[in-house]
């Protein structure tokens, strides 16, 4: 046993290099990014590239979210609709009743957290996995955003709000662009960088970020040791539906309308983003750095393809092996990661496989 | 000598669905000292220790903490009074830092800010302390060896500045050395005025770094405010044993000793887990293994079974050899395991008796079409062997679920007696069994050998494999100390065996 001790603690370089959560998607950006420059002449430029930063943008806001709840061990399958019922909410709230704008987005984002508080409420107080509860909202919302929307508007289209109060204002928030040396920057970009950044340092430097780790590792000795678990669990849903919104409000003041059945799908998009980037899917083990760079792979590997002059369709194959292969290069990394201690602990442990 | 009494327990009763865990405990715990408990498994040592944890509320009886009446509503109201726990099954968060684990939930902070530098700088003390400045506190406690990861979940409960600190056998899961290192801080603490309770099956642990002992016994506070090193080994066994209720052991059948052996295991060993053990059971014989927990005991069975992979040593049924780490093999040999864990590894709750019972059995039950179950044979034959075993309902479309632990165990059973089982390995078959259903389990599992089955018995309990056995061994951290037939051994003699080692 002594000599174990010792032995477990010179790390090699490459074994710490390796056991960051996101060596893998950095890994794979790398080698996607060079593949589609040699394949698509048209995508070596600094426009495409921002193009493709724009595009990682949209789904990796909300993949934080996501990426933050996974690594606290749950799920929200409604993250995908709730960006559509936060622009819905808001724009169909304002025609209606011919309120300014503002007041609308903050209507609209109040509503947004209280979907996600439910989530978390009913998911910590009936114990039922969040992969259901998430489930049923995820429908509820998919349904309500249709029928509200013909409802009001007798269409599945809602109102163009480009003329309403406010407009410009939350316009420039949410949906600007500007002009950086000949390509366009669009705004939500900062945005994600900037949530990104935020997320990365909230799970490094402060006592939140622990509990979220140890609330997705081992919630019973979390709660043992006093971690408040419920109210940082109901935080983390909040924290989806807030991101959640911002994109909704982002889509909304770059299109004016929007289509009520939109969204659905996406939350498949913000889980394999940050499992690409290296989530562990149980919960505990993460980064929001990671689950970046998984957005950002997303982006790459969407307009690539495009840029490729390859037909479109085959995006969702090629995103599936993608999520496929980070799986496996996660497993190796957790195994490499841990190999020393594993190969002490008794080699013949059938159950711990 | 009361304003020391830190921490007062009494009347404390605990109930659960089916048994009373607690039934009016009495504890007193002075600040200065080290306060031993003392029980056998199942006397209720673990409910007392999450009561005063705050994880379990008592249904009656008073907790008063410095002479104030308290009620712990929850883990963290526990931890606020100053009572840290180690509990002996609880992780650590693989993904976070040494030192963020040594202070999650009473972290260094300054408006949710981490003050990384302090808590580090605290940590490496509080490791220091524990004689390992080596390990790293800025490191994610996943990448550290197991060794060190034990080190760390005992610095987690000396981070915290707390005026209780109860550990639950810490000693089971450290090394040799680890353990005289442990009993070094414990004095420290206790010259600093912290108060400890120590739990643990050694008794010459408790003898070293105990101040007073604290007998439990099914539930009730039998003895307390024993000197720890002057009370006699012999009173401090017999007031663990005293037996109100007397099992009725099925008698043995005079064996003749020229049987050929069914099951030959030699120099068996798991690494890290049990080292060189053989033995062997005969058809008609029943073969038990007493011990502690962690003694290796239940690895010996699952090594044997295939469900581990064994390191080294040989394991031969019937005259053929088996190959290592395969339960197809080892079922095919004709075994058959009753684990611990009956609800999670052995039954499926949800689903009638029947299919529990034909589920190691299902290519016999099958009829023309190769696949295609026949359930009718499949009812019949569950109904003949759940007959036999009499578990009670009859009925065989009823749900495992309902029925009680030693109806459950003999389904169990029953399982084994469709197939062609030539030998049962048993892991503890009454645990979670009422004291009055435990006689009929004894009488099945002798039946069971008087029809020429081998069984192999592991039990925490040792009127059980006393009573039941014709031969014992005796394990002790992972070797067998001591071999004889049951005739020959009493209760009194094998717990000095198992708690001392002490041979002749």
Sequence with gaps: MTESLVAGSPNPLSHRLFARPEIGATAAAGVILVFFLAAAPAFRSGGSFFTVLYQSSTIGIVAIGVGLLMIGGEFDLSAGVIVTTAGLANSMFCWWFGIDLWVGALLSLAFCLFIGFVNGYLVMRTGIPSFLITLGTFFVLQGA??????????????????????????????????????????????????????????????????WVFAIGGSADSARAVGVPVVRTKIGLFMTVSFLGWFVGMHTLYRFNTLQAGNGVGNEFLYIIAAVVGGTLLTGGYGNAIGVGIGAFIFGTTSLGIVYAGWDPNWFKAFLGVMLLLAVLVNLYVKSLATSTRLLRDSPGKADDA | MDDDVLLRMRGIVKEFPGVRALDGVDLDVTAGRVHC?????????????????????????????????????????????????????????PGLSVADNLY?????????????????????????????????????????????QQIVSLARALARDARLIVMDEPSAVLAHDEVANLFRVIRDLVAEGVAVVYISHRLEEIRQIGDEVTVLKDGRTLASGLPAAGTPTQQLVSLMTGRPVEYLFPSRPRRTGSAKALLDVENLS????????????????????????????????????????????????????????????????????????????????????????????????????????????????????????????????????????????????????????RLLLLDEPTRGVDVGARSEIYAVIRRLADQGMGVLLVSSEVPEVLGLADRVLVMREGRVVHTAPAGELDEHRVLDLVMEGIVG
């Design chain 1, 145 to 210: 955003n249709l029928g509200l929307t013909k409802v009001v508007t007798g269409s599945v289209t809602s109102p163009d709000i480009s003329r309403m109060d406010g407009y410009p204002l939350l316009e420039g928030v949410f949906a600007s662009n500007f002009d950086a040396g000949g390509v366009t920057v669009w705004g939500t970009v900062l945005w994600w960088l900037g949530f990104t950044a935020l997320a990365a340092w909230v799970l490094q430097r402060t006592r939140t970020g622990n």
């Design chain 2, 270 to 421: 798991l690494e890290g887990k049990f080292e060189s053990v053989s033995l062997s059971v005969a058809p008609g014989e029943i073969v038990g293994i007493a011990g502690l927990v962690g003694a290796g005991r239940s690895e010996v069975l699952e090594t044997i079974y295939g469900a581990r992979r064994r390191t080294s040593g040989a394991v031969t049924m019937g005259g053929r050899a088996l190959p290592a780490g395969s339960v197809r093999a080892a079922v095919r040999a004709g075994m058959g395991l009753a684990p611990e864990e009956r609800k999670s590894q052995a039954l499926l709750l949800g689903e009638p008796i029947v299919r529990n019972v034909s589920l190691a059995s299902l290519p016999r039950m099958t009829k023309v079409v190769p696949g295609w179950l026949d359930r009718r044979r499949e009812k019949a034959t569950a109904q003949e062997a759940t007959g036999e075993l009499e578990v009670r309902p009859g009925d065989v479309t009823r749900t495992v679920r309902t029925l009680s632990g030693g109806n459950q165990q003999k389904v169990v059973l029953a399982r084994w007696l469709l197939g062609d089982t």
């Design chain 2, 37 to 93: 408990l003392l029980g056998q498994n199942g006397a209720g040592k673990s409910t007392l220790i999450k009561v005063l944890a705050g994880a379990h509320a008592p249904d009656t009886g008073t907790l008063s903490w410095q002479g104030e009446e308290v009620r712990f509503s929850s883990p963290s109201s526990a931890i606020h009074r100053g009572i840290a726990t180690i509990y002996q099954e609880l992780d650590l968060v």
């Design chain 2, 104 to 148: 999650l939930g009473h972290e260094n902070a300054s408006a949710g800010f981490v003050r990384r530098a302090a808590q580090g700088e605290a940590a490496q003390e509080v490791l220091k302390k524990l004689g390992h400045p080596e390990i790293p506190v800025s490191r994610e406690v996943g990448r550290l060896s197991a060794a060190q």
